[in-house]
């Protein structure tokens, strides 16, 4: 096909220049899958087992990541070789790869996975409580290890039996050091691919 003709050109040059930054926001979700992966051991530590949840947000931050990089570079074969079917394939793509990392990003602010703890601080935060007053019950059934069990009364305080931490340190320390940080990585890739696909878009439809 012949070169784009002049007007088109500085659009050329500027989806190049979109589709690096591109490439960069995959290498960042790259970056922060890989730290979640690393960061396991210490976030099971936390969390126990429900620290699965956002290793398998990270682990979605990383496959997204390698896909950008490689729609990135299909994304400039496009350009260069002014391809309808690669640049109309590279827009489906992006959208799809921007509505996850949307999502993944909004589920892991607005669901937290199960803390195993007791309380704000503590489970002595229900003693003296309306709750205490009302059930008789030192704690709830939701502070029990396993509420399916005769030990898991209501009564018995025995570590065997309830989680002694409090869910308010353990809900900040999986704030701070998981949550915003997936979330904003994703939002932020978002952000930046979202222009390349409107200009790829723009592309495509001029090549028509």
């Known amino acids: 096909m012949a070169e784009i003709h002049t007007p088109y050109a500085s659009l050329k040059k500027l989806l190049s220049l979109l589709n690096g930054f591109v490439a ?9 899958g890989i730290g979640g992966k690393c960061g396991g051991a210490s976030l099971t530590s936390v969390l126990g087992l429900s620290s699965a949840y956002l290793l398998h947000v990270g682990n979605l931050c990383l496959v997204m990541g390698c896909v950008t990089v490689l729609l990135s570079c ?6 260069t070789k002014e391809s309808r079917g ?5 827009i489906l793509s992006m959208v799809i790869v921007l ?4 999502t993944a990003a909004t589920v892991v602010l607005l669901f ?5 703890c007791c309380g704000v601080n503590n489970y002595t935060d229900f003693s003296g409580s309306s709750f205490e007053m009302t059930t ?8 029990c290890k396993s509420i399916g069990t005769v030990t898991c009364d209501g009564r018995n305080v025995s570590t065997n039996v309830i989680h002694q931490k409090g869910c308010f340190h353990k809900l900040l320390k999986i704030t701070k ?3 915003f940080t997936l979330s904003g990585g994703s939002l932020g890739a978002a952000a930046i691919q979202l222009p390349g696909i409107l200009a790829t878009l723009l592309l495509f439809i001029k090549l028509g």
Not at 112 to 116: S, Y
Not at 136 to 143: A, D, E, F, L, S
């Open 99 to 102: 509505i996850v990392e949307v």
């Open 24 to 32: 960069m926001s995959g290498i960042v979700l790259v970056g922060l």
């Open 74 to 79: 299909a994304g400039w074969y496009g350009v």
């Open 86 to 90: 690669m640049l109309l394939f590279c």
């Open 177 to 179: 050091t998981q949550s």
């Open 136 to 143: 008789g019950h030192t704690y709830p059934r939701g502070c």
């Open 112 to 116: 937290f996975p199960i803390l195993k």
